[in-house]
C-alpha cells in the first residue's frame, strides 16, 4: 500500500517506514555490491535466473 492510499495516519507512517527500510537495504547491498541494482524488466530478469545462469524462459526451451 503506498503513502497515499493509507486510510488512517499510522497506516501512513507504517508506509513511511518500509519504504524508508527498503531504500537503506537497498543502498546497503549496492554497497556490498558495488554497482547498482538493476531496475524494472532487467532487475525481473536477473532475479529469475538460477544458479545455472539461466532465466525461466531458456530452461522451458
Not at 507512517?13 to 519504504?19: E, T
Not at 547498482?36 to 524462459?57: P, T
Amino acid at each position: 500500500m503506498g503513502i497515499e492510499q493509507a486510510p488512517t495516519k499510522e497506516g501512513k507512517q507504517a508506509a513511511r517506514g518500509l519504504r524508508k527500510a527498503a531504500a537503506n537495504e537497498e543502498h546497503k547491498v549496492e554497497a556490498e555490491k558495488g554497482s547498482d541494482l538493476k531496475k524494472g524488466a532487467a532487475r525481473f530478469d536477473e532475479r529469475s535466473r538460477s544458479s545455472d545462469g539461466k532465466g525461466a524462459a531458456e530452461k522451458q526451451r
